[in-house]
């Protein structure tokens, strides 16, 4: 990530982008202060689009092929130990 005083990226704008599509955003800062990021769009949009619930997340998720999900049962197979503490 990268750090340009306003003035300086100003006057660098092109190279700003550039690093920004590449994927590295690129921070400006004024009087020693940050105060913006240039990211690139599709980064925007991911920050930006509506929340999607855990199941839509997951369901999206870049699983591997051979991914599977084990079945669910209502009675677990082992038997629980449950104990009280002092």
Do not use: C
């Not at 982008?17 to 004024?30: D, H, N, S």
Request: hydrophobic letters at 35%.
């Amino acid at each position: 990530m990268s750090t340009w005083q306003l003035q300086r990226a100003k006057q660098h704008f092109s190279e700003v982008v550039r690093a920004a599509e590449a994927g590295e955003p690129q921070i400006i800062t004024r009087h020693g202060r940050d105060v913006a990021v240039v990211i690139e769009y599709e980064g925007y949009r991911n920050l930006v689009e509506a929340p999607r619930s855990f199941k839509e997340y997951l369901e999206q998720a870049p699983f591997p092929d051979d991914f599977t999900v084990p079945e669910r049962t209502v009675h677990p197979e082992r038997e629980l130990e449950w104990s009280l503490r002092d």
